[in-house]
């Protein structure tokens, strides 16, 4: 069986064929068929031509029949095989190809969800660590300033009944008051600028951004 083959842009086909009965070749009928495109025979009558346009990509079997005079079909069937290859973007190479790129593009995404939920919980995590230093820090000032307050409270009430006591005093008893008075002065002060610098330092944290 011969063979046709023929591009996808070549999708217009014409058979001519012609019967082998000289003496009255006019009087010879036809039938023909394509298979995949025609559902039974096509009856021809003396007309010795099959057109057939628009044939997609595929293979087909043209098969074509003749009678004689006397109306008899012969017994013998010419066939002739038609393949018209796909265009380039519907082989199997392209399909395969197709599939790669889509593989490809899945993968590409998987990755950036994967990348952006990971920096979303490391956002998260960060923000999550600075609340918890920010609670810390601000149960560290309160811890300290309650104990400077606590400390300046005792001191205060101390450097007052000393300066009265100094006043009743003579001799070594007043020198030693006043060496009293001193220290507690000087501690006092270092607890009031420790005092201070939670206060400056409470300011900064409420203000620095999270």
């Known amino acids: ?9 070549q999708n217009f086909v014409s058979f001519e064929f012609a019967g082998l009965q000289y003496n009255h070749p006019t009087q010879l009928q036809y039938r023909y068929q394509l298979q995949g495109v025609d559902a039974g025979w096509v009856y021809a009558g003396g ?12 293979h087909y079997t043209f098969l074509v029949n003749t009678a004689n005079a006397a109306g008899q079909w012969s017994p013998l069937t010419k066939r002739i095989q038609v393949i018209i290859d796909p ?30 939920e ?6 998260a995590l960060n923000q999550q660590e600075a609340q918890q230093m920010q609670a810390l820090n601000e149960l560290r000032t309160r811890f300290f300033a309650n104990l400077t307050h606590e400390l300046r409270t005792p001191l205060t009430l101390i450097v007052g009944p000393l300066e009265r006591l100094k006043g009743t005093v003579s001799g070594p008893e007043r020198s030693w008051l006043t060496l009293i008075e001193q220290n507690a002065r000087t501690l006092l002060g270092l607890i009031n ?17 999270v």
Request: proline letters at 5%; charged letters at 15%; glycine letters at 4%.
């Open 1 to 9: 069986m011969a063979t046709l083959h023929l591009s996808h842009t």
């Open 47 to 58: 007309q010795p031509v099959a057109n057939y346009t628009q044939l997609a990509p595929g």
């Open 87 to 116: 265009p380039w973007w519907r082989t199997l190479w392209a399909y395969g190809l197709y599939v790669l790129l889509a593989i490809g593009l899945i993968h590409t995404y998987v990755r950036f969800r994967l990348q952006r």
């Open 118 to 123: 990971r920096l979303r919980l490391a956002v």
């Open 193 to 209: 600028q420790l005092l201070d610098l939670i206060k400056l330092d409470a300011d900064q944290l409420a203000v620095q951004p």
